[in-house]
């Protein structure tokens, strides 16, 4: 998910990867709230849309099951960076 205000250029980028909850209504307000303060946010979904915990035990496997392969959350996560850069040319996404 991507929040910016689009009349602008430029904006200095952010990936944000929610807790282990996953993206929900409360992560979603704080991009907005981060977009808000003139940066580009990309809310990652390292989960994939299929997995929604709904509870600490529902979290607990999921987060654990993407430790455990770090290997899949480093390409979830450069996916979501890809993402980011392709659908927002114009952001600053240079890490210094």
């Known amino acids: 998910t991507l929040v910016f205000d689009d ?3 430029g ?3 952010i990936l944000m990867v929610p ?3 996953g993206p929900t209504e409360g992560s979603l307000t ?3 709230k981060i977009a808000e303060m003139g ?3 990309m809310m990652a ?3 994939g849309t299929d997995v929604r915990p709904t509870n600490a035990d529902e979290a607990k496997v999921a987060a654990t099951a993407l ?3 770090r ?3 480093r390409a979830r996560t450069k996916a979501a960076l890809d993402a980011m850069k392709a659908n927002l040319p114009s952001a600053n996404t240079d890490a210094d």
């Open 7 to 9: 009349a602008k250029k």
């Open 11 to 13: 904006l200095p980028a």
């Open 19 to 21: 807790n282990w909850m």
């Open 30 to 32: 704080k991009a907005k």
């Open 39 to 41: 940066y580009a946010v």
């Open 45 to 47: 979904d390292v989960y």
């Open 67 to 69: 430790r455990s392969d």
């Open 71 to 73: 290997p899949l959350l």
